[in-house]
């Protein structure tokens, strides 16, 4: 049985992993004024937030297109290989939508389609679970299955560390972001089917360790996360902070992938964001 697995940019998952499991990678757009870049092809994360920060307005990401997905599933299609095309979640973006109308252009019943519900690293981990059920030997609809069954166990916890690109966003008003800043408020985050929702305010970078932590004693489930992801912005030094207390709390010595947070999540979301997923209860 051969098969490539096509993920999208907005999932951030780390080049190593992708070549690990031979994946494909379609990049979204982002439009900075007049300026058009491939996410991760022509412009890396640091040099992505080194424009925002500088940016007087924000960029905007554009979904892979029909084309593009086209173009990526025939290649496959005309290798003999079957397609499994994991997307980030269709409530947050119109590319599943963009899969979907290429699969329906191409008449082919093997190329697969996997909303994944989720965003960032939330997609990466669901890819990674379903490319490990096919290297273990299970069918795709078996693997693909397990993945549909899994998602919504997928937590994403995150924080911001500015509220001024949620503003820019209009994802909070001005006035509460002048005074969120102002008291150095910190937004706990997570994600539903595709969805962020906020589920905590702390005031500090050192209260939102401790929300992460009180927060996974009462949710992950240690013996169906096998392996977990931390992400960030141009956060690196905190990230590893994060790993340090992940092993410290929990005994946890399983792997734990790092990834930086491309222009997806980025662009909102901004530098110093962090993040972990692990399996849920």
Same mark, same amino acid.
């Given at each position: 049985?051969?098969?490539t697995?096509?993920?999208?940019?907005?999932?951030?998952?780390?080049?190593?992993?992708?070549?690990?499991?031979?994946?494909?990678?379609?990049?979204?757009?982002?439009n900075?004024?007049?300026?058009?870049?491939?996410?991760?092809?022509?412009?890396t994360?640091?040099?992505?937030?080194?424009?925002?920060?500088v940016?007087?307005e924000?960029?905007?990401? $554009?979904?892979?297109t029909?084309? #593009?997905? !086209?173009?990526?599933?025939?290649? /496959?299609? +005309? &290798?003999? *290989?079957d %397609?499994?095309?994991i997307?980030i979640?269709?409530?947050a $973006?119109?590319?599943?939508?963009? #899969?979907? !109308?290429?699969?329906?252009e191409? /008449?082919? +019943? &093997?190329? *697969?389609? %996997?909303?994944?519900?989720?965003?960032?690293m939330?997609?990466g981990?669901?890819?990674?679970?379903?490319?490990?059920?096919?290297?273990?030997?299970?069918?795709?609809?078996?693997?693909?299955?397990?993945g549909e069954?899994?998602?919504?166990?997928?937590?994403?916890?995150?924080?911001?560390?500015?509220?001024?690109?949620?503003?820019k966003?209009?994802r909070?008003?001005?006035?509460s972001?002048?005074?969120?800043?102002?008291?150095?408020?910190?937004?706990?985050?997570?994600?539903?089917k595709?969805?962020t929702?906020?589920?905590?305010?702390v005031r500090?970078r050192n209260?939102v360790?401790?929300?992460?932590?009180?927060?996974?004693?009462?949710?992950?489930?240690?013996?169906?996360?096998e392996?977990?992801a931390i992400?960030?912005?141009c956060?690196?030094?905190?990230?590893?902070k994060?790993?340090?207390?992940?092993?410290?709390?929990?005994?946890?010595d399983?792997?734990?992938?790092?990834?930086?947070?491309?222009?997806?999540?980025?662009?909102?979301?901004?530098?110093g964001t962090?993040?972990v997923?692990y399996?849920?209860?």
């Amino acid at each position: 049985m051969a098969y490539t697995i096509i993920v999208d940019s907005s999932c951030d998952l780390p080049k190593e992993v992708l070549e690990k499991y031979n994946m494909v990678m379609l990049p979204l757009g982002i439009n900075f004024e007049d300026e058009v870049y491939a996410d991760k092809v022509d412009i890396t994360p640091t040099e992505f937030y080194d424009k925002l920060k500088v940016a007087k307005e924000l960029p905007k990401t $554009s979904q892979v297109t029909p084309d #593009a997905f !086209i173009n990526a599933f025939k290649k /496959e299609l +005309d &290798r003999d *290989h079957d %397609v499994i095309c994991i997307t980030i979640g269709s409530q947050a $973006s119109g590319t599943f939508q963009s #899969a979907t !109308i290429a699969k329906s252009e191409l /008449e082919s +019943d &093997r190329i *697969h389609l %996997v909303d994944s519900e989720g965003l960032c690293m939330g997609t990466g981990m669901l890819a990674i679970l379903i490319a490990e059920q096919l290297e273990a030997g299970k069918s795709i609809g078996e693997a693909i299955g397990y993945g549909e069954n899994v998602r919504g166990s997928i937590e994403h916890l995150f924080s911001v560390d500015t509220l001024v690109y949620l503003k820019k966003g209009g994802r909070i008003k001005a006035s509460s972001a002048v005074i969120g800043e102002i008291l150095n408020i910190k937004p706990i985050l997570t994600v539903d089917k595709g969805i962020t929702q906020t589920i905590g305010k702390v005031r500090g970078r050192n209260k939102v360790m401790e929300f992460f932590m009180n927060h996974m004693k009462e949710n992950i489930d240690l013996e169906a996360t096998e392996f977990m992801a931390i992400a960030h912005a141009c956060n690196e030094k905190v990230a590893k902070k994060l790993e340090t207390r992940i092993r410290e709390n929990f005994n946890f010595d399983g792997e734990i992938i790092f990834s930086e947070i491309g222009a997806t999540i980025g662009t909102h979301a901004g530098p110093g964001t962090i993040s972990v997923f692990y399996i849920k209860k």
